[in-house]
């Protein structure tokens, strides 16, 4: 199969790639305008590859996309462009609107074109999977906030959408746009909802990079609020390979949830990257001094919380790692790979904090 994957240079979409290549046979075709968060040193270790194609192509554009759909002709398509960071939403929403919704239409329309020149057996294997995320559920009650003992709802397939972010809200529209281009035309699609990612190149202007980049360097570890926010961390190599399952052998139509099963306070992981620092790179005083509390974030969620049962029932997947084995394996690769955290940088960000008015 060959497979077009969008954003394939960016962090979950450089891990699909990788993993396409490296653990199967089908072929993959690239597609990424390489944004400041998308870099082809993350897929150094494939290429290169005869199964592996690369077009530099923004999704805005229509007539590219046209042209990449003649020149290549995939069997599927996993669309993972996206503005993605909540901050950058705050300071600056217009690119979010552009990307992810006027993005997901053209792309929308571009698959469309191409997929009815298919004959029927060809239209009948096709796929359009919509990679999209947990908070366009909007929040969870949070334990502090009930009764001791209350069970604790989770983000089912069928909850409602309530976003509370520019960038949750563009998530929320581009998925209602892929549904309707079912409903409406027939195009074959699926949605992923995912929880909060985290792993190897992971661009640094994300909580867990960040954390473990300003620690080696001495600097302030910024905790939003008082650091109880809820997460469910999802390691994004099993993330990866569950988007893999969905797309070859899901079902058109269906939406399926994508969590880590791992809940955790921001202020608990801070810590244990602190932990972890401490035992492998230990200096004369604990990271945890350097963690500071700031002011919160404008409109933040307090607790996401995935249940990922349909995609174990149905499709036999569940994570692999646990969280304290995926974050022991992502400070390593970070101790590991400093000429590629400076590189992503490259003096257009200096981890400054976003989203402030």
């Not at 980049?213 to 190599?237: H, M, S, T």
């Given at each position: 199969m060959?497979?077009?994957?969008?954003?394939?240079?960016?962090?979950?979409?450089?891990?699909?790639?990788?993993?396409?290549?490296e653990?199967t046979n089908?072929s993959?075709?690239n597609?990424?305008?390489?944004?400041?968060?998308?870099?082809?040193e993350?897929?150094?270790?494939?290429?290169?590859?005869?199964?592996?194609a690369?077009?530099?192509?923004?999704?805005?554009?229509?007539?590219?996309?046209?042209?990449?759909f003649?020149?290549?002709?995939?069997?599927?398509?996993?669309?993972?462009?996206?503005?993605s960071h909540?901050d950058?939403?705050?300071?600056g929403?217009?690119?979010?609107i552009?990307?992810n919704i006027?993005?997901?239409?053209?792309?929308?329309?571009?698959?469309?074109?191409?997929?009815?020149?298919?004959?029927?057996h060809?239209?009948?294997v096709f796929?359009?999977?919509?990679?999209?995320?947990?908070?366009?559920?909007g929040?969870?009650?949070?334990?502090?906030?009930?009764?001791?003992?209350?069970?604790l709802?989770m983000?089912?397939?069928?909850?409602?959408?309530?976003?509370?972010?520019?960038?949750?809200?563009?998530?929320?529209?581009?998925?209602?746009?892929?549904?309707?281009?079912?409903?409406?035309?027939?195009?074959p699609?699926?949605?992923?909802?995912?929880s909060?990612?985290?792993?190897?190149?992971?661009?640094?202007?994300?909580?867990?990079?960040?954390v473990i980049?300003?620690?080696?360097?001495?600097?302030?570890?910024?905790v939003?609020?008082k650091?109880?926010?809820?997460?469910?961390?999802?390691?994004?190599?099993?993330?990866?390979r569950?988007?893999?399952?969905?797309?070859?052998?899901?079902e058109?139509?269906?939406?399926?949830?994508?969590?880590?099963h791992?809940?955790?306070k921001n202020i608990?992981?801070?810590?244990?990257?602190?932990?972890?620092l401490?035992?492998?790179?230990?200096?004369e005083?604990?990271?945890?001094?350097?963690?500071?509390?700031?002011q919160?974030?404008?409109?933040?969620?307090?607790r996401?919380a995935i249940?990922s049962?349909?995609?174990?029932?149905?499709?036999?997947?569940?994570?692999?790692e646990?969280?304290?084995t995926?974050?022991?394996?992502?400070v390593?690769?970070?101790?590991?790979?400093?000429?590629?955290?400076?590189?992503v940088?490259?003096?257009?960000?200096q981890?400054?904090?976003?989203?402030m008015?």
């Amino acid at each position: 199969m060959k497979i077009l994957v969008t954003g394939g240079a960016g962090f979950i979409g450089s891990a699909v790639v990788r993993h396409i290549i490296e653990n199967t046979n089908d072929s993959v075709v690239n597609v990424d305008c390489l944004t400041y968060a998308g870099n082809l040193e993350s897929l150094a270790s494939i290429e290169p590859n005869e199964r592996y194609a690369f077009e530099q192509v923004n999704i805005c554009s229509g007539a590219e996309l046209d042209r990449v759909f003649q020149t290549h002709k995939p069997d599927a398509v996993m669309h993972l462009a996206a503005e993605s960071h909540v901050d950058r939403s705050i300071t600056g929403p217009a690119t979010f609107i552009e990307t992810n919704i006027v993005g997901t239409y053209t792309l929308l329309e571009a698959t469309r074109e191409y997929w009815n020149t298919l004959d029927d057996h060809a239209k009948a294997v096709f796929r359009f999977h919509h990679i999209s995320t947990d908070e366009v559920y909007g929040d969870l009650p949070h334990p502090d906030d009930v009764p001791e003992g209350t069970e604790l709802p989770m983000f089912l397939e069928t909850t409602s959408y309530e976003p509370s972010s520019p960038y949750s809200a563009s998530k929320a529209s581009s998925d209602h746009l892929v549904r309707a281009w079912l409903r409406t035309y027939g195009l074959p699609t699926i949605v992923t909802n995912c929880s909060n990612n985290y792993g190897p190149y992971h661009f640094p202007e994300k909580l867990i990079p960040l954390v473990i980049l300003n620690a080696l360097e001495g600097k302030e570890l910024p905790v939003y609020g008082k650091g109880d926010q809820i997460r469910d961390w999802l390691f994004v190599e099993d993330h990866a390979r569950a988007l893999y399952k969905v797309v070859t052998e899901g079902e058109i139509g269906e939406t399926y949830n994508i969590g880590g099963h791992n809940e955790k306070k921001n202020i608990e992981v801070v810590e244990a990257i602190c932990s972890i620092l401490d035992a492998i790179v230990p200096k004369e005083v604990p990271y945890s001094e350097q963690i500071t509390y700031v002011q919160d974030r404008p409109g933040h969620d307090r607790r996401y919380a995935i249940d990922s049962s349909k995609m174990q029932h149905k499709l036999a997947w569940t994570p692999v790692e646990t969280f304290e084995t995926g974050l022991k394996k992502t400070v390593q690769w970070y101790l590991d790979n400093q000429k590629w955290c400076q590189n992503v940088q490259d003096g257009s960000y200096q981890r400054e904090r976003l989203g402030m008015e």
